[in-house]
């Protein structure tokens, strides 16, 4: 690897540029172009963003259809082991639990708003019966079926723009998507209603970024984690352990959410129903170090309660 980027010591001059794989959507190029400028400031070292198409932006398949989260990380995981780009940025949320050979999570940056958005002409609260809601996510799916079992629920595929398209064009009533997705490419005009975590806990890591390279890169890794924020790290820690206990992915309405208060990691998880009747919602605190314990005991105990029998029930 001579002369190659992140092959020495962090901030050696002289290198290429590091090379970014990223997903070509505007959400993913928005969000990698925003790291990449943390990390040319952090370091000065230059970034350059190269585009990779993956299975989940070819596919017309719901998630839960094409194989899950993992169908957004898996070719730009490729083109790491490669060597064809350094680094790649993911939307946390979308990394499977399971560990991949050969690759390390360098980095994850100061966390986004994780919160949910309902994005239409009101609040939930305040839309017709049987309003036609679209969302993807059988997380969503099962908690909006909770709070507002009339509403008939859309499964929707595609980027923000084109969610949000189908509520401007009347073909919808309401999406819900992410807050800090809606951030990052300005359209947080689009927002109705932000669901505060006790109505609508959002996905583990959502509004997280995660940095991957090559396991065996030291100066690569060091370079990388001068971005990372250890607080964010600690907090979708526990998130994550949750799902990796509970063995869930994208098609199981589960909910976590965790963040540090007073020098303590607070833990909140919910296995809901999918049709919303029922679910199982448990908190938990403890030492901001102990963040894989903590999720792991609360998902012993959301198991406990019969959290595995609700995740396996479908319409």
């Known amino acids: 690897m001579n002369g190659e980027a992140g092959g020495g010591a962090a901030g050696e001059p002289g290198r290429r540029p590091l090379r970014l794989g990223t997903r070509k959507s505007l959400m993913a ?81 100061h966390r986004d708003d994780p919160r949910d958005a ?26 909006l079926r909770a709070m507002r079992p009339d509403l008939e629920i859309v499964p929707i595929r595609g980027n923000a723009d084109t969610r949000l398209r189908k509520v401007t064009d009347g073909e919808l009533d309401a999406v819900v998507l992410a807050h800090a997705g809606l951030k990052r490419i300005g359209r947080l005009d689009a927002v109705a209603e932000v669901f505060d975590p006790s109505q609508m806990l959002p996905a583990p890591g959502q509004g997280a970024l995660a940095l991957e390279c090559r ?65 199982v919602r448990l908190s938990a605190s403890g030492h901001p170090d102990d963040a894989e314990r903590l999720g792991r005991d609360l998902a012993d105990r959301l198991l406990a309660q019969g959290a595995d029998q609700l995740m396996g029930e479908r319409d």
């Open 29 to 109: 190029t928005t969000q990698s172009r925003q790291v990449a400028d943390a990390l040319t400031r952090a370091t000065g070292h230059a970034v350059e963003l190269v585009g990779v198409t993956t299975e989940g932006d070819v596919s017309k398949a719901l998630l839960a259809q094409i194989g899950g989260t993992g169908v957004f990380v898996n070719a730009l995981r490729d083109k790491i082991l490669s060597g064809e780009v350094d680094f790649a940025v993911h939307s946390l949320k979308d990394l499977p639990t399971s560990a991949t050979p050969g690759i390390a999570i360098a980095a994850t940056p």
């Open 118 to 143: 309902l994005c239409g002409p009101a609040k939930l609260a305040d839309l017709p019966r049987g309003a036609r809601i679209g969302t993807g996510s059988p997380r969503r799916v099962a908690q």
């Open 215 to 279: 396991a065996d890169r030291p100066g690569l890794r060091e370079i990388l984690g001068t971005v990372d924020d250890a607080a964010t790290r600690r907090a979708v820690t526990a998130e994550r352990t949750v799902l990796a206990v509970l063995e869930a992915g994208c098609s199981a309405p589960v909910g976590t959410y965790a963040a540090e208060v007073d020098e303590k990691l607070h833990l909140t998880a919910t296995v809901v129903a999918y049709d919303g009747t029922r679910q």
